[in-house]
T-cell receptor, first 108, second 113 residues
Framework: RKEVEQDPGPFNVPEGATVAFNCTYS??????FFWYRQDCRKEPKLLMS???SGNEDGRFTAQLNRASQYISLLIRDSKLSDSATYLC?????????FGAGTTVTVRA | EAQVTQNPRYLITVTGKKLTVTCSQN?????MSWYRQDPGLGLRQIYY???????DKGDVPEGYKVSRKEKRNFPLILESPSPNQTSLYFC????????????FGPGTRLTVL
């Protein structure tokens, strides 16, 4: 089993829609998590951190389910600018494990 | 401006010709690392460094070397590049501790013919 697994998508949604996708992780000892955003093979940038049960930042909500070992990201009221690949990142001691990413395309 | 820089951004080379990709950060971070990104595989760590003169292998170190003589610089060296090292490479830095935000350089797209 991979350390971090994501549905690759693509998720193709209209502007204004809500889109959600999950990330599963194998290390039950992981305490917190990250979502990074990557635009078209550019460098990844931190979108949000996820501690305890979840986190909300504007239109973005991340939730953590420790029992089932998955993290979800929900984007409300999608904008064209939300089109990107979203990377799930799981810290483990000094190391970060990256998922392969979920691609979201928002269409006009 | 706080940033991680990499050079070159694009490079096409031939098998066996030694090359170096430079990486520099201006945030005084202790931790630096190199990743390669290939379609469907995500970011895989090549080497990392916890501080000056301290380096260690990541998940895919074969065919690569690194050095950390100064805190701000962490070059990636391919002594004898091969076509399977064609990839997108990212340098990154952060404060020690995996729960800190990691900052990435803009990437180097390498093609080995």
């Amino acid at each position: 089993r991979k350390e971090v697994e994501q549905d690759p998508g693509p998720f193709n949604v209209p502007e204004g829609a809500t889109v959600a996708f999950n990330c599963t992780y194998s290390n039950s000892a992981s305490q917190s998590f990250f979502w990074y955003r990557q635009d078209c093979r550019k460098e990844p940038k931190l979108l949000m951190s996820v501690y305890s049960s979840g986190n909300e930042d504007g239109r973005f909500t991340a939730q953590l389910n420790r029992a089932s070992q998955y993290i979800s990201l929900l984007i409300r009221d999608s904008k064209l600018s939300d089109s990107a690949t979203y990377l799930c990142v799981v810290p483990n001691d000094y190391k970060l494990s990256f998922g392969a990413g979920t691609t979201v395309t928002v269409r006009a | 401006e706080a940033q991680v820089t990499q050079n070159p951004r694009y490079l096409i080379t031939v098998t066996g010709k030694k090359l170096t990709v430079t990486c520099s950060q201006n945030m005084n971070h202790e931790y630096m690392s190199w990743y390669r990104q290939d379609p469907g595989l995500g970011l895989r760590q090549i080497y990392y460094s916890m501080n000056v003169e301290v380096t260690d292998k990541g998940d895919v170190p074969e065919g690569y070397k690194v050095s950390r003589k100064e805190k701000r610089n962490f070059p990636l060296i391919l002594e004898s590049p091969s076509p399977n090292q064609t990839s997108l490479y990212f340098c990154a830095s952060r404060w020690t501790g995996a729960y800190n935000e990691q900052f990435f350089g803009p990437g180097t797209r390498l093609t080995v013919l």
